[in-house]
């Protein structure tokens, strides 16, 4: 059966704290009431704080963008784990592209930052996906399949069932070209496939898949669809508050009339 969606806004380095707690504020009001989906937004790090005030009694969840994998130390310029939970964060995203690209994350370090995520009682949303280089040299599925061994490593099997995985196919993100919902099903059916050998069946068809890469009102529910696509993490269409409430209502549409089907 299809679980309940979850659409996570990622807000990149995108907005003030004023001008977050403005958008957080009329974001609220638009996708009221929140039913039959989970929402989830991540701001930056100097927003989570006053936006997670706006957030208190109200089912929207606070994630962050990273996080560093030490508890707490000397580290320069880095955010722990129990900052995150003393603003009430409950996701944190971890090992997206760009931080892949620009910031020299490996998956190494993605695996040491899911440990203690996990550790600390965060969910990490762990950020998978080839380039386009990638894709056409038809090296997709190896890619993902080694960056989600590596990621996730030897995790315990009780951990697994605590993860979020985001495929997010490079070449999507931020250009508009979106993976078309048959591409992105068969990347989220190996993935499942995967945690399944893995983890078990049990187990690894609880894990969310959602998929990012330009995600927008009128693609988010053929997306949704999909039997495993259980959501999605959105960039640039998170960041106008009718935009993302409206691929909410399509994301809780599409699994409504799943489970009436
Ligand atoms: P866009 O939705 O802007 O393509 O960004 C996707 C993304 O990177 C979300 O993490």
């Known amino acids: 059966m299809k679980k309940k969606p979850l659409i996570a806004g990622n807000w990149k380095m995108y907005k003030t704290a004023s001008e977050a707690v403005t958008l957080v504020q009329t974001l609220k009001a638009a996708v009221h009431p929140v039913m039959n989906v989970e929402i989830v937004i991540c701001p930056?790090?100097?927003?989570?704080?006053?936006?997670?005030?706006?957030?208190?009694?109200?089912?929207?969840?606070?994630?962050?963008?990273?996080?560093?994998?030490?508890?707490?130390?000397?580290?320069?310029?880095?955010?722990?784990?129990?900052?995150?939970?003393?603003?009430?964060?409950?996701?944190?995203?971890?090992?997206?592209?760009?931080?892949?690209?620009?910031?020299?994350?490996?998956?190494i370090l993605i695996h040491e930052k899911v440990k203690t995520a996990l550790k600390y009682s965060l969910v990490p949303i762990v950020c998978v996906g080839e380039t386009l280089e990638e894709r056409e040299g038809k090296a997709h599925f190896d890619v993902v399949k080694t960056q989600l061994d590596e990621c996730l490593g030897n995790l315990e099997k009780d951990d697994i069932a605590k993860v979020v995985i985001a495929y997010e196919p490079v070449w999507a993100i931020g250009t508009g070209k979106t993976a078309t919902p048959d591409q992105a099903e068969q990347m989220h059916s190996y993935i499942r496939r995967l945690l399944n050998e893995r983890f078990g069946k049990e187990l690894g068809v609880k894990v969310p898949i959602l998929y990012g890469g330009s995600v927008k009102p009128d693609n988010a529910r053929s997306?949704?669809?999909?039997?495993?696509?259980?959501?999605?993490?959105?960039?640039?269409?998170?960041l106008k508050a009718e935009t993302f409430a409206q691929i909410v209502r399509e994301a809780r549409m599409a699994y409504e009339s799943g489970v009436n089907a």
Do not use: W
């Open 44 to 107: 930056p790090f100097i927003a989570l704080s006053e936006v997670s005030k706006v957030l208190t009694d109200t089912p929207i969840e606070l994630g962050a963008q990273n996080m560093y994998s030490a508890p707490e130390g000397a580290f320069t310029g880095e955010i722990s784990p129990m900052m995150l939970k003393d603003v009430r964060c409950r996701f944190v995203i971890l090992g997206h592209s760009e931080r892949r690209q620009y910031f020299k994350e490996d998956n």
């Open 223 to 238: 997306l949704m669809e999909k039997p495993n696509i259980d959501g999605a993490l959105v960039g640039g269409a998170s």
